[in-house]
Nanobody, 112 residues
């Protein structure tokens, strides 16, 4: 299954972006968003179960919202109140185990 992330770009401190992740099918997988900043390991951001329950990393709780459209095989990440430390390449994959091939990711850059 090929994952395709999109929606990244340049945002100002306090701004917003909405990321999308699509695939041919997500089946009933729990899907997650992850990010990797330069020089750092990839880290968990948020996850959503097939029927809509969600979980978030403490660093984004209250600012980011994950959602999914099962009919469209798409997972979204609405990012509000962005901070420079949110700058990273964002990826989606299954959660907690990442069983699909990683996509190319989408770059998010937040300027101060």
């Amino acid at each position: 299954v090929q994952l395709v992330e999109s929606g990244g770009g340049l945002a100002q401190d306090g701004g917003s972006l909405r990321l999308s992740c699509t695939a041919r099918t997500f089946s009933t997988y729990t899907m997650g968003w992850f990010r990797q900043a330069p020089g750092k390991e990839r880290e968990f951001v948020a996850a959503i179960y097939y029927y809509g329950s969600t979980t978030y990393a403490d660093s984004v709780l209250g600012r980011f919202t994950i959602s999914r459209d099962n009919a469209k095989n798409t997972v979204y990440l609405q990012m509000n109140s962005l901070k420079p430390e949110d700058t990273a390449v964002y990826y989606c994959n299954t959660y907690p185990g990442t069983v699909l091939n990683w996509g190319q990711g989408t770059q998010v850059t937040v300027s101060s």
